[in-house]
């Protein structure tokens, strides 16, 4: 699980970096900078989605489209195999938690 939120957070800091290159800017907003890049990518796959830009001014619809929404998706996903590996872990009686 770690490994792949991992990976998430690092494929949408990219895009964010580098939306200006990207496709479907028609309002031609810039790359984020680095450490609200980061941000961004770290509180939308956690799940916290705290939005620290001005919205559409400074993101492009592709990486709203396939940056944003995608993490929004899996951090629930996340969450809830998360929560069935626990459960499943809980329910048994061996000492075996679970994997995601």
Do not use: K
Not at 41 to 63: C, K
């Amino acid at each position: 699980m770690l490994g792949f939120s991992a990976v998430s957070v690092v494929g949408l800091y990219v895009c964010l970096r580098i939306q200006d290159s990207l496709p479907f800017n028609p309002t031609g907003a810039p790359g984020m900078s680095p450490s609200l890049a980061f941000n961004t990518a770290t509180s939308f796959v956690t799940g916290t989605y705290w939005q620290a830009y001005a919205g559409e001014a400074a993101m492009t619809h592709l990486g709203q489209m396939t940056g944003l929404v995608v993490a929004q998706f899996t951090a629930g996903a996340v969450g809830i195999a998360v929560a069935m590996a626990l459960v499943r872990g809980l329910a048994r009686r061996s000492s075996f938690v679970g994997n995601f």
